[in-house]
């Protein structure tokens, strides 16, 4: 029950503390954010130009045009894992959304780990998203090629971690600043994204020269070799749809700072993740329906940038590329402040270093300003860490993707487990699947583990595409995976688990 006079926002924002109050914390984070915040909020981590732009080269190096299958593949996964979560967000509408759910589905223990994963997973993801400005930017004008000329391996990744430098702390600020500040930069964003999204849709297909028959069955001859075949390469180039679609939890991440986010976060979860696969798919087919070469060289190296310019000219071509930058930008806030909120909250249970010190929250400000440093930050090191690698962007972006699929693997198999013993209820009123939650959750499950596995897969034009060949960058994912997750529990178990627990300044009042 909530305490004290009635919050701004009225019945709903009563609604929301109270939720918050039954999981035993007080609200301080300042409620504000209204139904196009949420939705703004998941599709702009989605961010369909972002992702798009960032990998359409990879999937047409590896799996030709015909990658466009894995966009529908993978949209049909993660919509089952998306209902689940939208059940857990109208039950458990909280900060660090997947934290408190693998807390609340599987005990402390597959909660800390579960928010551990999604904390350094994010830390990894805002520094891979950040990369993408090198893919746009220099292609809009050579000034932005502050390193070198670009024509050797290594200009390109010097390059792409100085951008993405000066954007994380353009995030570090804009998230240090309050929530609103954020929601309205991130809003008026996300409103330029979609406009341009579906004006390109538009342009693109004023220019097509060719069928989708003959894009969605030209593979270049690709896994001819292999003993898989075709399949085995296609399964390669799905790492460029993968990557788009996740993320769609943080509308309810930022549950406590939203208006009746029991119903709204929902919404918002299923709105962002079917606005992405419809906008971006059509985009992705009419490109490659309209390229004036289908089998350029370009497409390969210059992406769907490189598409736009060729197709619509650089005049029309650059305005969609600053877009695009918008569409990135908006991206790195979206994931920064996902990360602030998952921090957030498993510090306030005293579940990180220094927990009092991360869970403090501005009273200028109304939001958690040390855990915006400290994640922007480590997303900056993760960067300057990786200068010299020119196989940066693949092997960043498929570390960061698998991290997000294993701990959303941490919801949603305790959630299975929970149906099984006819433990899980959903909320009376709320989002529920009904009879159709046992066999969406036994999806959710199985294509979150199949997905993992996939894309950890030891592929040298993944993890080790340039250079002398090493066995331990081959399993770069499941060494880097394996030290984060081992070596995190066993400091949980042996020092913080005897910590945890609410703070007391966090604790919810009980009459």
Known sequence: MSTGAEPAGGREAVQGDDSLAEMGYRPELKRTLGNFHTFAAGISYISILTGTFQLFYFGVSFGGPAYWWSWPMVFTGQLMVALCFCE????????????????????????????WMMMTATMVTLSAVALAYQITLPQIDDWFQFVGDGSQPGDAAANAVLLGTVLILFSTLVNAFGVQLMARINSAGVFIELIAAVALIV?????????????????????????????GAFLTASLASAYVMYGFDTASSLGEESHDPGRNAPRAILRALIASFLIGGFILLFALMAVPDLHAKELSTGGLQYVVLETLGPTIGEIFLWCVVVAITVCVLAVHAAGIRLMFAMARDNNLPA??????????FRTPVIPAVVIGTVGVIILVVNIDQPQIFSVITSIAII??????????????????????????GRFSLGRFGLPINVLAV?????????????????????????????WGAFLFIG???????????????????VLAEHRAEVP
Do not use: C, D
């Open 88 to 115: 857990l967000a109208a039950r458990y509408p909280v900060a660090g959304s997947v934290y408190n759910w693998a807390k609340k589905m599987g005990g402390p223990h597959v909660g800390w780990l579960g928010g």
């Open 203 to 231: 342009f693109l297909a004023a220019h097509i020269t060719r069928g989708p028959s003959s894009v969605l069955t030209e593979t270049y001859g690709l896994g001819s070799g292999s003993s898989l075949g075709y399949f």
């Open 355 to 364: 927990g009092s010190v991360l869970a403090k929250v501005s009273p200028r």
């Open 403 to 428: 991290m997000i699929y294993v701990a959303y693997l941490l919801v949603t198999v305790p959630m299975l487990i929970q149906r099984l013993r006819g433990e899980w209820h959903a909320k009376e």
């Open 446 to 474: 199985l294509w979150g583990a199949a997905m993992s596995l996939n894309l950890a897969w030891p592929r040298a034009e993944v993890y080790n595409a340039t250079g002398p060949q090493h066995w331990y960058l081959r």
């Open 483 to 501: 030290i984060v997750a081992l070596g995190g529990f066993a400091y949980y178990w042996f020092v913080q688990r005897h910590r945890t627990g």
